[in-house]
């Protein structure tokens, strides 16, 4: 088959085959683009925390009439209060392991801060950003993280101070990721680090392997895995608990500890929708938005494509019906009907050719548009070319039916008066 | 003539149901598409106070050390300091000002026996009522004064005097806060300005219900409530917010003209040099935007929306695409039937005005199913659960806009094909006959 009886036959539909060409580019332009969306946003919501996610809770709750000053005095009221519920919660039924939590992995309450290899160092001179997890020496087991290097925490490493009280601990874990970065010779452990400009170093005693600091805004994208954990009981008026429970328990602790930590001290406040909750409804929470956007990209490209898929098929039908008599008249003179099949899916693969390089430079356009208006990463080319096979391949499959149709045209058609 | 041209077009879309079915569909899809994205947009990034909005001015000031990363980012940092908020506010530059914070408040019933709960709260002082434009039901707010005497007073909205109260004139009576008695001394009318402009950057939400409890800032912080939100930026004791380097609160300020606002902007200017002198600042920077300028410079409203507004809109152009490229099919298929009204004696405008009823009409089909797509789609918002879900209705203008965008997109959909209807010569249709 060759090409200039094709273009030949084209220039007389002009304007048909740039509104094809021109549908098959915006198409591919928006389909690719969405493509990436859903596939960056995805790849998000899939990455693990480093934690063992399934059997853990999250309680929070703040006490009624609990002293609420800084003082020696309250400080230790507070924690008494906190011991009487951690022992409570321990011994519960079902219950594996507990720590006192000021936040975890995707809550978006976050505690951010900077370490320095330097004494005095605040924020502005600080060798990385970080997030804090303040726990006791239950908090490795509780949160499910593995220790790679060095020791977890033990009861006498753990201390408990005020809630704003900014003297920093005496040893601390940090994630890997961290300590690759503070240490790039993988010499972080018993290593000294100042952390939000203190003078005195806390001791670098263990390294987990992975665990994702507790917000997933775009703004801790740049230390996602610097995580720091901190033997303290933090003491005020309210407290967080993670609870581990044992395998398929969850969902019977889930209802008693409540009534639980009433029967402690009933002087508390604990929400009744988010006062209790499973790590999979934190995680469900904080991605809640990155799944809707990924699922209506979806169903949007998924539409997109129906309609220009039909709007091909109905331009050849029309294009078929028109050239019934040359179609004849071909078959007369000897054309095979492979041969007039041929011809439509060639002529539909010349079009959206043309039509995909246009959809590549507008692809390209419209990422960079993206990148500009929103936190956007630039798209790799393999998305530019799976959408050209997609849009090629949809021009083919839209063609198929129209162009078996025109196959079908018998060559007697030629002998008759149009 | 119209009614002709009518009848003309209804054979016509009857004569082909398939074609005139999908391009029906595809205009009823990208306008249900970009009708729902654009409600959401209208509402997501609406005036909050319609009337007053070009009197409300946001301040903002630089405190932080030329060093720290923020300060890179070249931007002003979005609060202000406790000792800035109270230096600007007893300056009385502006007639009406006032510093807000946020606060996750616990309140205790006192006369019913139902346990305590959480609700936002707003801590704030005297000028936020009528600067606002907060109506009251019962009572009013409360004096400068009593932010001075740290009097313990609450303002509280009616959502929550219904839960307590039972929709009762509560003025005089208690309320716990934070283990505290305040005395109710006023009683808000329904109110929720949307967006939430207030509580930008406070921890509040930006959108959905109003806040339950407002409380004098003073007394709150009497009371040990903190803000949900603070950010440091130095060294130094952090225990005492109210002289701790660290930023908690939004500063307003009401101006009535171009000359007030201009005069205002020089006092925050000489403040910011003045407080550099005094070494607090390292740089002299101050910034004043209006309500609305505030809001936008913030993007207030969330990416995700915006991008599928971006999404939508080329949803629709793609289905525009694809309706002029169908109806450019059918009209180049009746050549012979143009032909023949040609030669019967039709003027090309009135071949031209025939084509376009029949894409205004398709255009208005589209626009009816398109509003049922759009309602779907509204209807789906509503079931999820982000802040503004409650706020997502079609409302009249919006009504009225679907169909206009449908006709319109119909009738540029029809121009080219009417076009080249109009052009064809008559003579050979009818010869090849």
Request: glycine letters at 22%; charged letters at 0%.
């Given at each position: 088959m060759n090409l200039p009886p094709i273009i030949a036959a084209l220039r007389k539909h002009k304007a048909g085959v740039v509104l094809i060409a021109l549908q098959i580019a915006l198409t591919l332009a928006i389909v690719c683009n969405a493509i990436f969306i859903i596939y960056s946003r995805v790849e998000n919501v899939q990455r693990p925390t480093g934690m063992d996610e399934s059997n853990l809770l999250l309680v929070e709750q703040q006490w009624v009439g609990a002293p609420s000053g800084d003082d020696a005095a309250s400080i230790q009221k507070q924690d008494s209060m906190l011991r009487e519920d951690l022992a409570a919660l321990r011994a519960?039924?079902?219950?594996?392991s507990v720590t006192p939590i000021n936040t975890i992995p995707l809550l978006n309450s976050t505690w951010g801060g900077a370490v320095a290899l330097k004494p005095g160092t605040d924020l502005r001179g600080g060798d990385a950003r970080t997030v804090f997890y303040y726990g006791d020496d239950q908090v490795l087991a509780t949160l499910g993280v593995h220790l790679v290097a060095g020791r977890n925490f033990n009861a006498g490493d753990v201390t408990n101070k005020a809630f704003r009280d900014n003297s920093e601990p005496d040893v601390v874990i940090i994630t890997k990721a961290l300590a690759d970065k503070l240490f790039p010779k993988g010499d972080a452990l018993g290593k000294g680090i100042y952390l939000n400009g203190d003078t005195k170093p806390s001791t670098i005693i263990g390294e987990v392997e992975r665990l994702q600091v507790s917000s997933n805004s775009s703004w801790v994208s740049a230390f996602t895995w610097n995580s720091t954990i901190g033997p303290v009981r933090l003491n005020s008026n309210f407290a967080r608990y993670a609870i581990r429970t044992k395998p398929g328990q969850l969902d019977t602790v889930r209802r008693g500890v409540s009534n639980l930590l009433y029967r402690v001290n009933p002087m508390r406040v604990i929400d009744d929708e988010d006062g209790v909750r499973s790590f999979a409804d934190i995680r469900a929470e904080a991605y809640r938005a990155d799944v809707g956007m990924a699922v209506l990209m979806g169903v949007v490209c998924l539409i997109l494509l129906a309609v220009t898929a039909a709007g091909i098929v109905g331009l050849t039908s029309f294009w078929v019906g028109q050239r019934h008599r040359q179609i004849g008249v071909r078959r007369a003179l000897g054309a095979r009907k492979i041969d007039i099949l041929h011809y439509f899916q060639l002529e539909n693969l010349l079009i959206a050719g043309v039509g995909a390089v246009i959809g590549i430079g507008l692809a390209i356009g419209l990422n960079l548009l993206l990148i500009q208006n929103f936190e956007m990463d630039r798209m790799p080319v393999v998305y530019v070319l799976s959408g050209l096979v997609v849009v090629m391949v949809l021009g083919q499959a839209a063609v198929f039916v129209p162009a078996r149709r025109a196959s079908n045209v018998p060559p007697v058609v030629a002998t008759r008066s149009a | 003539m119209f009614a002709y041209y009518l009848d003309l077009a209804l054979r016509s879309l009857k004569r082909n149901k398939v074609l005139t079915a999908l391009m029906v569909l595809a205009l009823a899809l990208g306008i249900g598409a970009s009708m729902t994205t654009l409600t959401l947009l209208r509402l997501l990034s609406g005036n909050p106070l319609p009337e007053k909005s070009s009197q409300l001015f946001y301040v903002q000031l630089d405190p932080y050390p030329k060093d720290h990363p923020f300060s890179r980012s070249d931007k002003l940092p979005w609060l202000l300091t406790y000792v800035d908020a109270m230096n600007l506010l007893h300056a009385h530059r502006a007639p009406r000002q006032a510093a807000v914070a946020m606060s996750r408040m616990k309140l205790t019933p006192t006369t019913t026996q139902k346990r305590p709960f959480f609700s936002d709260g707003v801590m704030t002082t005297a000028d936020f009522f009528g600067m606002f434009e907060?109506?009251?039901?019962?009572g009013g707010g409360w004096s400068a004064a009593d932010d001075e005497t740290r009097a313990k007073v609450v303002v509280i909205a009616e959502a929550l005097n219904n839960r307590?109260?039972?929709?009762?004139?509560?003025?005089?009576r208690m309320l716990r806060i934070n283990d505290q008695d305040f005395r109710i001394i006023g009683v808000l009318r329904h109110w929720s300005p949307q967006p939430h402009f207030y509580s930008l950057y406070l921890g509040g939400r930006n959108y959905g219900d109003g806040d339950a409890v407002f409380v004098p800032l003073t007394s709150a912080r009497a009371a040990a409530l903190d803000p949900i939100n603070e950010f440091s930026y130095g060294d130094g004791n952090r225990e005492v917010l109210e002289t701790a380097p660290v930023i908690w609160l939004g500063f307003w300020a009401q101006l009535p003209d171009k000359s007030a606002a201009s005069a205002y902007a020089s006092f925050l200017t000489a403040y910011a040099q003045q407080q550099v002198e005094l070494g607090r600042f390292q740089r002299p920077r101050s910034s004043l935007s209006t309500l609305m300028h505030w809001l936008d410079s913030q993007h207030v409203v969330p990416d995700n929306v915006r991008m599928q507004t971006g999404l939508a809109f080329s949803f629709l152009l793609i289905c525009i695409v694809n309706t002029v490229g169908l109806l450019l099919a059918k009209c180049l298929r009746r050549s012979k039937e143009i032909g023949v009204r040609r030669a019967l004696g039709a003027s090309r405008p009135a071949i031209f005005a025939q084509f376009m009823v029949e894409a205004g009409l398709i255009g208005i089909a589209g626009g009816a199913f398109g509003l049922l797509f759009a309602e779907f789609g509204l209807w789906c918002i509503r079931r999820q659960p982000a802040e503004y879900a409650s706020l997502a209705h079609l409302n009249l203008s919006m009504f009225a806009c679907t169909f206009a965008v449908a006709l319109i997109a119909s009738l540029i959909a029809g121009i080219l094909p009417a076009w080249r209807a109009c052009v064809i010569t008559p003579a050979p249709q009818l010869k090849s006959a």
């Open positions: 519960m039924p079902g219950v594996s | 907060a109506p009251f039901q019962y307590l109260f039972g929709g009762a004139n509560s003025v005089g």
